[in-house]
């Protein structure tokens, strides 16, 4: 024991484990047989980490204002939302992108029953909750109750859809844009869309904090 | 591929069938009837990729189903529905 081991403790931060688990050891090794046998280079993982680390809500949030701004926009986005997205540089291949649309009387809300599917190289990652197991199984059997607790308190005149993402498709929502927005620009728009909303557990977005930032 | 075996707004019933493998269709899917909401496009079939290519390929469906007929004392309207993909040989024509 030394003089400083109380400087050590209240700095130390323990290093990342070494993987111990079989199943990471598993994981190890098969990436490092998939490279072996040339399945795919270093480079080309570099690239996908990139990639992955650079998707985030925001690109879902520039979709959304191209869509309250550009009626066209809007039609194709619904009709092809992966050629959609392809017009502003996005590409969620091999994925069919899948946008749901808001409106007075629907509102659409989306989760993966089966593991926990999101459109991941576009909005980055998903939010713990989005992969509990809890809101796996409630949000199809109770969507309501389920929405309620997320803040999202829906009158009887409101349909509910709520959609399960089994295979290849990949989903988004496009919230309702907000009213007193009128001449606002896609930046200023694109400032409101929330990540939760494009998942639909939130129906309003504020306009009170964003312009001008 | 050949043309979709099934139409848009047809009734169809998912089939109740589980696999000792990996499948894409929930449980509580399985033997309700809906409508074909959309149909997606032809994939790779999820059941055989975890041995090779995913071949012959399937086409996927959208299939809606009223929450009020998946689950007992649902608590919301008639009108508030379940969308789940499904793909073509998972189902079939519903009287």
Known sequence: ?213 | MSEPVFTLGQRVRIIDRTPSTHHRVPAYAKGQVGTIERICGVHGDPEKFIRGSGQPPQRLYRVRIPQTMLWEAYDGGPNDMLDIEIFENWLELAT
């Not at chain 1, 323990?14 to 050891?25: I, K, L, R, V």
């Not at chain 1, 859809?161 to 200023?188: C, F, I, K, N």
């Open chain 1, 1 to 213: 024991m030394t003089e400083h081991d109380h400087d050590h403790a209240r700095t130390f931060q323990p290093d990342h484990a070494e993987p111990t688990s079989e199943a990471a050891q598993l994981g190890l090794a098969l990436r490092e047989l998939l490279l072996e046998a040339g399945h795919y280079s270093v480079e080309e993982e570099q690239t996908m980490i990139a990639a992955m680390q650079g998707a985030s809500p925001e690109n879902g949030a520039k979709i959304v204002a191209q869509a309250w701004t550009n009626a066209p926009y809007k039609a194709r986005l619904l009709d092809n939302g992966a050629n959609a997205i392809r017009e502003l540089g996005f590409d969620l291949d091999p994925f069919e992108f899948t946008v749901m649309d808001n409106s007075k009387n629907i509102h659409n809300v989306i989760v993966c029953t089966l593991c926990s599917c999101y459109p991941r190289s576009l909005l980055g990652m998903s939010p713990a909750w989005y992969k509990s197991s809890s809101y796996r199984a409630r949000i199809v059997r109770e969507p309501r109750a389920v929405l309620t607790e997320f803040g999202v308190s829906l009158s009887d005149d409101i349909d509910v859809r709520v959609h399960d993402s089994t295979a290849e498709l990949r989903y988004m929502v496009l919230p309702q844009r907000p009213a007193g927005t009128d001449g606002w620009s896609q930046d200023q728009l694109a400032a409101l869309v929330t990540r939760d909303s494009l998942i639909g557990v939130q129906r309003e977005l504020g306009t009170a904090s964003t312009v001008g930032d």
